[in-house]
């Protein structure tokens, strides 16, 4: 490749490093890789072009797999609640109600007009569901045997943030999956939380290539509602920010007490039992982390298993010396190349433009995240050999034309087993066990996070976020912040050794209490 | 069967036949059969239930498994259009443009406040996405090489209906498909809407066995904004209405040249051509045509080939006097029929309730439509056999046990298919061709459409709405109307032979123009 042909491509490509400007890159990234177009007529929309609905669709169908097994049905309620309801709810004596609904209140969109009417009863679009559905729950439940209930829709909420907003990190409307379960004891619900929980990491680690750590939220960063909330936390090594993946809430006996959800007591005629509850959901977020974990300073980096192209074949070498007949020939040669792959189940693409230089091609799909190119040229179809480049690592090779078939799909697990091992071996690298206060916030400045003895304390939480704010710093959108003090991610499951109950303390210098186990905090989304 | 079990399940069944009172049925059907759940807070609104939602996705899978071979690709647009970009769009000189934005206006629901702060400028929920997605058209679309541009979106739009609704048939918020594709030839883009109507139709008639008869509509009935408008039309025998299935519209050039998206002409540089569009759309209503058309007294019948639930196994003849150890042992052998039939890919569920008869089972499966019922009971293990009881047609057989697997994969299609044979007879039989003006409005008290010479015009049409209303009859809802005339329903695709161009006249009796086609009235939804 000539240099100069690269530097002709450079001009439609990205712009600012992904190191020095994270948020900058984003913004490019996403728009001219055509993952999203901003929505200019309201601020806080984005559109979801082609590109990313592959993804979220791979999930969705990733997604149905597990839970339909499960017995997981699918069911659609209304978009909006009606203001009497919520009123309703917030005259209620339940704390945990007040807490919901209230948490919500200042992003709820309020519809006042229908035509050229008022309303008599204004209603808000859904932030999320639980205010909408469980009335219905507490209608349909009757008997133990009317559970497990368990229903989850893939719809649009809207959140109307007053925050910088991000296409996908954090947008006014979102599409996501809501699963809202009833059990007949605690046990059973329990179970399910982490079952959903394992099938959430894996549309992580298996079809987005990006590690993640599971655990438990604190109890100042649980669900408002929920009794304990298990997440799956990523990270973004550009930043060295923590970001949450998605959730799966254990609600206890929290809502069934506030809608009154019962069932006959199986054991003790006459006894009513309130059921125990789950809450899930995955929103395309995930699409945003995916992004942020994988790019580098060419653009979009693809996961092969996520990608709508997983390899493009460019042909090279052709210039104005080429007999016609010759190219012809050539571009022939290229068809069944494509016909090879697409009957060995490859999403592939022949980019034929003529006028483009193979260098402005090369860059353009780098720029977009194609995972596998396929170079072929006139020399190469005499040697029988497609040249390949990943767009992971850059590494060339070749395939003998006769191999395509299988070799090529073999390449691209390799590449998704590759992106996940390199993703997974930096942030192990970079969640770093502390037990000295004052490594803390040197290790968030060069981008880690930590795990440390915790006592799990809401206002030592508070205090901790306090004590670790540092030197301003660049957010998402290149806006310059006041240091971020770290919150806590996650209990993690898996637990380090090396903390001895009653005896290891908590690692606040401040907090005189005993830590419960190591947690991990970070800097975050 | 006694009479006496059958008396008792009444208790729960349908209470109104479906001739008589086919609105007050529709409502007891939907709901009994867990269909929908009326969403009490905010009226017109409903809740789509597992078994609806099953409907919906097989629809969907369909659908894209059609469309994606065509290039058809997945996008998401914001929910919300802003009142700034409506009022531009109602300022301007087009026609089209002010017809599309003023049929929709009185039914927008408004969007005015986010939290307790007014929105500046409010934003409307979607009815349709055309002036939120062709902005964006004419941002992406540059060079012809851009088209075709063919993107679909499956969503939920709202249109804040002043009158009656009806789950699925007329609902304020409903779930739909919608495409809307960009081409650079007429041609190209009419030979889509065709293909497209064709999958409409497979829809209609390969899953949910309705017949639909494909057509054009007439200019009174066309799509605001379209060109021309192609459609399946579908009949409710129980009223004879006829009822819109899906529509696919030639936009022409109309919003193409409202929103500035045009193209550089490849043969002539520096000429600019407007692209010519088309937009498709169904939605859930389709559930209701189904349910509409296939429902009897007894209650909902579902398709085998979209019921969540295929078969039913039922064990029978177990009584008090039955030892615990056989019954057991009974219970395991249909367990091992419903394995058995897993395998084989049909979709069943075993009723092993206690403290319900057999006969309520028999009548709780069929108001909720399962094709096929099993019964099982210790004679029929001891003769290898199992007793089958279709759904359709209450038809019964036997089939031996070592056959399941075969003969009910085999009997689910038979199932399928005479549902379909037999709708289409009726369908057939009530689509009556006319010459002769005074026979149209006994026809249509006869519950007929039909089919007659018409000339074409939109003053003709209305003419003819209003000489052919007739006695107060039911609406759909039970309630007295006055007398509906009868609106055009399509120029059918196939024609009947005996229109002579330039001497039938048009059947009207005060119209003096020539009949340009046989054109399908009814009265309808």
Known sequence: MADSKNKAAKLVGITVPKETNCGQWYVEVVQKAELVEYYSEISGFYILRPPSMHIWTSIRKF????????????????????????????????????????????????????????????????PTSEAVMYPYYAKWIRSHRDLPLRLNQWNNVVRWEAKQTTPFLRAREFLWQEGHTAHLTEELASEEVLQILDVYAAIFEKLLAVPVVKGKKTEAEKFAGASWTSTCEAFVPANG???????????????????????????????????????????????????MVHGDDKGLVLPPRVASLQTVIIPVGLNAKTKPEERTQHMEKIQELKVTLQKAGVRVHVDDREGYTPGFKFSDWEMRGVPLRLEFGMRDAAAGVVVTSRRDNGEKGTIPVGELATQVPALLEKIQEDMFTKAAGVYESRRIKLTEWDRVVPALDS???????????????????????????????????????????????????????????????????????????????
Chains 1, 2 share one sequence.
């Open 63 to 126: 997604f149905q797999d597990h839970i339909e097994p499960m017995g997981v049905q699918e069911a659609s309620f209304p978009m909006f609640l009606s203001a009497t309801s919520l009123a309703k709810e917030k005259c209620g004596t339940h704390n945990h109600r007040k807490e919901h609904v209230e948490g919500f209140a200042p992003e709820l969109a309020w519809v006042t007009k229908a035509g050229d009417k008022d309303l008599e009863v204004p209603v808000a679009v859904r």
């Open 241 to 291: 920010r923590g970001i949450q993946g998605a959730t799966s809430h254990a609600l206890g006996q929290n809502f069934s007490k506030m809608f009154g959800i019962t069932v006959e007591d199986p054991d003790k005629k006459g006894n009513h039992l309130h059921v125990w509850q789950n809450s899930w959901g995955l929103s395309t977020r995930v699409i945003g982390v995916m992004i």
């Open 447 to 525: 981008r880690n996070v930590v795990i440390i003895p915790f006592c799990g304390g809401i206002k030592c939480e508070d205090r901790i976020k306090e004590l670790t704010r540092s030197e301003p710093e660049e957010d998402e959108n290149g806006r310059k912040m006041p240091g971020m003090g770290m919150k806590s991610l996650c209990t993690p499951f898996e637990q380090p050794d090396g903390l001895v109950a009653g005896e290891t303390k908590c690692l606040n210098p401040e907090c005189q209490d005993m830590a419960k186990a190591w947690t991990m905090f970070g800097r975050s989304y």
